[in-house]
């Protein structure tokens, strides 16, 4: 008997470890399947932005805002209006860059890290980014939200993809708990400059003239 | 189209005897960051993209960065033929407000 009380206390043990880890799965299980729900039923998106970089460098911060329109499945306009205009667009494979005078056109499959950063930004606003594995190991938890008012859901996105995780240590997002709809985008770079995109005024599933992702 | 392009802002903090700056593209992410000694007009890479981290990409970008900085500030256009390589740069509104 005093041989046998170990291996039972182990054998204990272990399974209260493995069902404790099961239900934090099934928890995060659960948020995602909210999350990619609302996200499935979002044909368009437009939203207002603010971007705070913070250099770490410079020891500063950079703010810019914008606009952003979404338009399933692929098409995206991001546009910078303070402190400089700037925008551009991704249609299908295709990026067009507009600044001042200027345009340039690029195919993404020749320039991998636009290519990197489109398939992100697509994949964050389409909303799977929580669910292609291939792309991301993803831990999500449901959290206070930094300014103390109510709970929101954190994703914790780390890249396996060599090309992204030569970009970033992991990016989060914020998710509202109450309409499952992307609040912030927080992306937190290997040199350790960090950036902040907070979404303000989401208008889902409105038409937008499809002209303006036009990349002709 | 082009193979390879990087486009973005270009933030400069002058610090008298040295200038700091950092590149960062659209969507935030950095590309580029290097300091320029003013006196020996030396450019000194602190951190690049791994795409371009290549010991002769940089010694080549050194080289083009000290063109670029001598010619600020104001629109600079500086092409280096051998390599085919063009470097645009074009100053933006001073608005600090933000």
């Not at chain 1, 952003?68 to 067009?96: A, C, G, V």
């Not at chain 1, 912030?184 to 992702?213: C, R």
């Not at chain 2, 602190?46 to 670029?68: H, P």
Request: net charge positive.
């Amino acid at each position: 008997m005093r041989h046998f009380l170990p291996f039972i206390l182990t054998a204990c043990m272990a399974c209260a470890l493995h069902a404790q880890h099961n239900a934090v799965t099934k928890e995060q299980a659960a948020i995602i399947r909210e999350i990619s729900a609302a996200s499935a039923k979002i044909v368009s998106m437009e939203s207002d932005f603010v971007q705070t970089k913070y250099i770490t460098m410079l020891n500063d911060k950079l703010v810019s805002k914008g606009k952003i329109r979404f338009q399933q499945p692929d098409k995206l306009l991001w546009e910078y209006t303070t402190p400089y205009t700037y925008s551009f667009i991704i249609n299908n494979n295709k990026i067009k860059i507009r600044n001042n005078n200027r345009t340039d056109i690029i195919d993404s499959n020749h320039n991998k890290v636009f290519k990197e950063i489109s398939r992100l930004m697509m994949m964050t606003v389409r909303g799977n980014s929580l669910t292609d594995d291939k792309v991301f190991d993803v831990t999500v938890k449901s959290e206070k939200k930094a300014q103390g008012k109510g709970q929101e859901y954190q994703a914790i996105l780390v890249p396996k993809r060599k090309e992204m995780k030569q970009l970033w240590n992991r990016l989060v997002l914020h998710f509202d708990v109450a309409n499952k709809i992307l609040s912030t985008i927080e992306m937190f770079e290997k040199n350790g400059d960090h950036t902040i995109i907070e979404m303000q005024h989401v208008v889902l599933n409105k038409a937008i003239d499809s002209n303006v992702f036009n990349v002709d | 189209m082009r193979k390879a392009y990087i486009s973005g802002i270009c933030v400069m903090i002058d610090e008298g005897e040295d200038i700091k700056a950092a590149v960062f593209n659209e969507f935030g992410v950095s590309t580029l960051a290097f300091e320029y000694r003013k006196k020996k007009e030396k450019i000194k890479i602190t951190q690049i993209i791994g795409a371009m981290n290549r010991w002769y990409v940089k010694r080549q970008l050194k080289k083009d960065l000290r063109n670029v900085m001598k010619q600020l500030p104001g629109n600079v256009v500086i092409e280096n033929k051998k390599y085919e390589l063009k470097y645009t740069f074009i100053p933006l509104s001073n608005d600090t407000s933000e």
